[in-house]
């Protein structure tokens, strides 16, 4: 993992309550890992999938240039 992004999973994992590949309780969060998202110039990344539209509809939303800080208002907010 690169630039920051093992301490925003860390973060993540531990605000959760779950390891990685786990689901919440609620079935709302998982967390994993990907290797490369193609967008090196603004690493560390993450992607919430957005299912309200179902599982057919679903669509992705990116965050660049992420912290475990910002991170976690991004999880406060869903």
Do not use: Q
């Not at 709302?28 to 509809?57: H, K, Q, R, W």
């Amino acid at each position: 993992m690169i630039r920051g992004s093992r301490e925003i999973e860390d973060a993540l994992l531990k605000h959760l309550g779950v390891k990685r590949n786990e689901v919440t309780k609620d079935g709302l969060f998982s967390v994993g890992e990907m290797e490369y998202m193609g967008c090196c110039v603004n690493i560390p990344m993450i992607i919430v999938a957005d299912y309200t539209n179902g599982s057919e509809g679903y669509s992705y939303n990116y965050y660049e240039d992420a912290t475990p800080k910002r991170v976690m208002e991004i999880v406060e907010a869903l």
